[in-house]
């Protein structure tokens, strides 16, 4: 059986390299990293949160209870939702107003620690295709390093304000 796929989407996705080189803040690159997510991937909407915490952290048995993206990014593999609207899940501010039946949520991890959560909201049910996973797979590496990357820089302006730079 032969699988086709949308050679646009591709396309999108091989530019985003070159697009994120020409963004110059991590605002800019989140800006474009969601456009991206949301294109690539065929959802409407799109919010990248940042976690920047270890696993043993998240794990600690002395916390009460996680939040919404930390549960999520504990997952370690995307989840879907596909019932949002019906299913009573109390759904964190960043995307609270969101009003999409289909969530997705992909926890980006770099070793031990959790960056963050990549959140995707559609208007319609749909099938994660093949397609669909390789591109996450294709996409997830980028949307990582990206993140890592501006995580390091805001620690380093936070540790550079306290004088410890």
């Known amino acids: 059986m032969t699988v086709s796929f949308d050679e646009n989407r591709w396309k999108h996705l091989a530019y985003l390299a070159k697009q994120l080189e020409g963004a110059d803040s991590p605002e800019r690159r989140g800006e474009v990293l969601l ?8 959802f ?3 919010c990248l949160v940042a976690i920047g915490k270890r696993e043993e952290e998240l794990r600690d048995p002395n916390r009460n209870r996680l939040p919404f ?7 370690k593999n ?14 964190p501010e960043e995307i609270a107003t969101w009003r999409y039946p289909a969530l997705l949520f992909i926890p980006l991890w770099s070793g031990p620690e959790a960056l963050g959560v990549l959140a995707l909201g559609a208007s319609r049910h ?4 093949e397609e669909d996973q390789h591109l996450l797979h294709a996409m ?5 390093h990206v993140l890592e990357k501006d995580l390091r820089e805001q620690d380093r302006v ?7 730079l």
Do not use: N, Y
């Open 140 to 144: 997830t590496p980028l949307l990582t």
């Open 69 to 75: 993206f930390e549960f999520i990014a504990l997952q």
């Open 44 to 46: 409407e909407h799109a």
């Open 126 to 129: 749909r099938e994660f295709s």
């Open 35 to 42: 456009r991206c997510a949301r294109d690539v991937l065929s």
């Open 158 to 164: 936070r540790l550079a304000r306290q004088g410890r």
């Open 78 to 91: 995307p989840v879907a939702v596909d019932d949002a609207l019906d299913s009573g899940l109390e759904l």
